[in-house]
């Protein structure tokens, strides 16, 4: 008689088919935690450059980036602020790059609304319905902005921003339609009177006193030791000694304390008194240092020089700013520190568990729900019949 009896054969044929359905089962599951921690928030947006200069009656332009970086940016609402009291709209104010973002009708380009009075802009910008055209590519070009500087911001910067009713939608999988946009980084626009940049260069001829010579005629009064040669010579052996830039002001575009990542923009104040500013150093606290050397008013005598910096870990740091003159001197950075506290970043373990939503969304959940369902029922019919045989 053979070993092999129906019973056996059923019994044998459902543990097949439970070693099959729970490594499946696994596996899904596995796929869709993938799927979703794919899907938090990690995308920026910024603008490039981060500053510049112009005299009133000038345009300044910026390009806009967005770096998605593990996101699948599908729709972006864009909201841009600035000042409509330093700057305007000049030409189209914004052209939108069609060729990553051609809408769901490419006969029919996205069209910006713009507020004049409120200084700000809006547009609505899709990818269309086509998933392989969805935004993956870091550094892609959403749009060229163009402004024109209508009033001088003096001794500082005026900024361009993105609005806090900006959103970067993701067209990713049980994800769809959530805002992955982290964080946004501004620009600066030093604006400087018409004109005022052809006399910058007049200030370093004043200080060079060549009508000492003029002093000559005294000579003749036997005095000629007193006069001038004793002023001139006996302070620099040569020439007027150089006056080290000031750097007068370090400050920052949000609050000094915040939770890691924690991106903050440094702007850097100051004056030189007998020569212009070729550079500002931003040391961090970190251990990262950079330079500013274009923008933000370097080149002449007063500055606003501006920078972003991301800390991303968690500490107290001491960021401090210097100035460099067109002579090597270098201001303290006495009146240019700041104190920054970056928290632990705590709240990544609650998003990576705000999924709790895999029930609701119709996708890889409904399989695994069936699958394991299937499963528990193949598990009691087994042991049922384990128990009768």
Avoid at 258 to 277: H, L, V
Avoid at 285 to 311: E, L, N, P
């Amino acid at each position: 008689m053979s070993q092999f009896t129906p019973k056996k054969l059923i019994l044998f044929g459902l543990a097949a088919i439970l070693l099959i359905a729970i490594p499946l089962t696994v596996y899904l599951v596995q796929k869709q935690q993938e799927t979703k921690s794919q899907a938090a928030p990690a995308t920026t947006l910024s603008f490039q450059p981060s500053s510049a200069t112009a005299a009133v009656g000038q345009d300044v332009t910026f390009d806009i980036m967005i770096n998605p970086n593990t996101n699948f940016v599908s729709f972006v609402h864009l909201v841009i602020s600035y000042d409509p009291t330093k700057l305007t709209k000049s030409g189209d104010g914004l052209a939108i790059n069609t060729n990553s973002f051609p809408g769901f009708d490419p006969s029919k380009s996205p069209t910006p609304t713009f507020d004049s009075t409120g200084g700000k802009i809006t547009v609505d910008l899709a990818v269309g319905s086509n998933p392989s055209a969805f935004i993956q590519k870091n550094n892609t070009k959403v749009g060229t902005l163009t402004l024109k500087a209508i009033a001088s911001t003096e001794d500082t910067t005026t900024p361009i921003t993105f609005g806090s009713e900006t959103q970067v939608l993701t067209g990713q999988g049980d994800q769809f339609n959530t805002n992955v946009l982290s964080s946004t980084t501004p620009a600066s626009v030093t604006i400087t009177e018409a004109g005022t940049l052809t006399p910058t260069p007049t200030p370093t001829l004043t200080p060079s006193p060549t009508q000492t010579p003029q002093a000559s005629p005294t000579p003749t009064p036997t005095s000629t030791l007193t006069p001038a040669p004793t002023p001139t010579t006996a302070p620099g052996g040569g020439g007027p000694v150089n006056q080290s830039p000031n750097c007068t002001a370090l400050s920052l575009d949000r609050a000094a304390s915040g939770t890691a990542p924690y991106s903050i923009t440094f702007t850097a104040s100051g004056t030189d008194s007998d020569g212009t500013i070729n550079k500002a150093a931003f040391s961090f606290g970190d251990g990262a240092v950079q330079d500013v050397t274009t923008g933000g008013g370097i080149g002449t005598s007063t500055v606003s020089a501006q920078i972003s910096h991301t800390y991303n870990n968690a500490g107290a740091f001491q960021a401090t700013a210097t100035l460099t003159d067109n002579s090597g001197g270098v201001s303290s950075a006495a009146n240019c520190t700041q104190a920054i506290t970056v928290a632990a970043a705590s709240q990544p373990t609650p998003t990576v568990a705000a999924p709790t939503p895999t029930m609701a969304p119709s996708g890889p959940s409904d399989i695994i729900i069936g699958i394991g369902a299937f499963g528990i029922i193949l598990s009691i019919i087994g042991g049922f019949l384990l128990f009768i045989l």
